[in-house]
């Protein structure tokens, strides 16, 4: 296994069904309690590990979720409200070496509460219409609101089980 892709590459679905979006949206409901489990009990020098060689250590993972789910909370707000409209990609690499990503987890994991709180009531506030508007990403191009769903469904557990694999692999 690619320890970078624990739960595999994201793909889209092949076809997208209200099933589907529901499971995703109770996925990405789901996400800031499986991060908290998934660090719970580690001690600073744990968090300070990274989840791979050469990656990311479990504290940046965890700032990264956020600042990752913010970009992505604002996309969608933008893609409900403005026709088409080009959304701004950020260098993650770059955020993920900022000083706040050395900080205690716990302000992140708030951050992320409150960023899938409101997600939630978006996402819940839909008409089955509104999945299909569409953004423009710099480097995909054209996408749609469903892609943000699936996406971020998939990113919430793509980063909870490099922790998770990490304490695996440690015995933690
Ligand atoms: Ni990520």
Same mark, same amino acid.
């Given at each position: 296994?690619?320890?970078?892709?624990?739960?595999?590459?994201?793909?889209?679905?092949?076809?997208?069904?209200?099933?589907?979006?529901?499971?995703?949206?109770?996925?990405?409901?789901?996400?800031?309690?499986?991060?908290?489990?998934?660090?719970?009990?580690?001690?600073?020098?744990?968090?300070?590990?990274?989840?791979?060689?050469?990656?990311?250590?479990?504290?940046?993972?965890?700032?990264?979720?956020?600042?990752?789910?913010?970009?992505?909370?604002?996309?969608?707000?933008?893609?409900?409200?403005?026709?088409?409209?080009?959304?701004?990609?950020?260098?993650? %690499?770059? @955020?993920?070496? *900022?000083?706040?990503?050395?900080? &205690?987890?716990?302000?992140?994991? /708030? #951050?992320?509460?409150?960023? =899938? %709180?409101? @997600?939630?009531? *978006?996402?819940?506030?839909?008409? &089955?219409?509104?999945?299909?508007? /569409? #953004?423009?990403?710099?480097? =995909?191009?054209?996408?749609?609101?469903?892609?943000?769903?699936?996406?971020?469904?998939?990113?919430?557990?793509?980063?909870?089980?490099?922790?998770?694999?990490?304490?695996?692999?440690?015995?933690?």
């Amino acid at each position: 296994m690619d320890p970078r892709y624990p739960v595999g590459k994201f793909a889209m679905p092949a076809e997208v069904t209200p099933a589907l979006r529901e499971a995703a949206i109770k996925d990405i409901a789901s996400t800031p309690a499986k991060m908290r489990a998934a660090v719970a009990g580690l001690t600073d020098a744990q968090l300070d590990t990274p989840y791979r060689e050469g990656g990311w250590t479990v504290r940046q993972v965890v700032h990264h979720v956020p600042d990752s789910h913010m970009n992505a909370f604002v996309r969608l707000k933008l893609a409900l409200t403005e026709e088409k409209p080009t959304i701004k990609a950020y260098d993650e %690499a770059a @955020w993920a070496k *900022l000083a706040d990503a050395e900080m &205690p987890i716990e302000s992140s994991q /708030v #951050l992320l509460d409150s960023v =899938h %709180a409101r @997600w939630d009531v *978006l996402w819940h506030s839909m008409k &089955p219409g509104d999945f299909y508007r /569409v #953004l423009v990403h710099p480097d =995909h191009g054209e996408r749609t609101v469903d892609w943000i769903l699936f996406v971020y469904a998939w990113h919430g557990k793509h980063h909870t089980a490099h922790i998770t694999e990490l304490r695996k692999q440690k015995g933690w």
